[in-house]
């Protein structure tokens, strides 16, 4: 059974750039989270969705968004990256909204130059 | 606001030696609590859970953590501790959000050594 899995591993981009991060939720969970975790600092919460809908946000920027498709996976979209973007992208997966279990997946380190 | 408090930014040990990682939080409902361990270059990994009962949860690896309401803490603690246990660790408390949705909160983490 694979758990979460996260594309790609890692990614450099230039200021002002866009980027598209992907996670693939553990089998048979339909809730995912995204976490930011920048150095040396604990996760973020950025966003959820469910039932492929936008369900809570944290602080976050609109330059921020995502997607969910009918199969649970999901994308992270970051528009006008800036240099303080950079950080490691955790993606979460859970059941039914659930957070008594979420499962993380190896993150996608971002850079931003 | 909630919030999470880990005041060890880094704790290094002796291999075999006992460990205790503090964690305190701030939360106005009952606390949700986790502990996750991170290697280098890795995700995050779920080591135990607090929701109800005994305040007193075994996890994985030989780790367990005591809720003490009365002190708003989640220490994590370990008997022997072995060199593979060199990573940084995480306490997080879980928050409800509207529509039955949930979020967690993390601390900045407690990164190990373990010394030979």
């Known amino acids: 059974d694979a758990g979460v899995t996260q594309s790609p591993t890692h990614l450099i981009k230039t200021r002002g750039q866009q980027v598209t991060l992907r996670c693939s939720p553990k089998?048979?969970?339909?809730?995912v989270s995204w976490y930011q975790q920048a150095l040396g600092q604990g996760p973020q919460f950025i966003f959820q969705?469910?039932?492929?809908?936008?369900?809570q946000r944290g602080n976050f920027p609109d330059r921020f968004s995502g997607h969910q498709y009918p199969n649970y996976s999901s994308e992270l979209n970051v528009n006008a990256l800036l240099l303080g973007d950079s950080a490691l992208y955790l993606c979460a997966s859970s059941l039914d909204r659930g957070w008594k279990e979420q499962y993380f997946g190896p993150g996608t380190r971002l850079t931003v130059t | 606001a909630q919030s999470v408090t880990q005041p060890d930014i880094h704790i290094t040990v002796s291999e075999g030696a006992s460990l205790e990682l503090r964690c305190n939080y701030s939360?106005?409902?009952?606390?949700?609590l986790f502990w996750y361990v991170q290697s280098p270059g890795q995700g995050l990994q779920l080591l135990l859970k607090y929701f109800s009962g005994d305040t007193l949860v075994q996890g994985i690896k030989g780790f367990e953590a005591e809720f003490k309401r009365s002190q708003s803490s989640f220490n994590l603690r370990k008997p022997s501790v072995h060199w593979s246990d060199a990573a940084e660790y995480f306490c997080?408390?879980?928050?409800?959000?509207?529509?039955?949705?949930?979020?967690?909160?993390f601390g900045a983490g407690t990164r190990l050594a373990v010394h030979p």
């Open positions: 997080a408390v879980g928050v409800l959000l509207s529509g039955g949705y949930n979020k967690l909160i």
């Open positions: 089998s048979g969970h339909d809730t």
């Open positions: 939360y106005g409902a009952t606390p949700y």
């Open positions: 969705y469910y039932e492929e809908e936008e369900r």
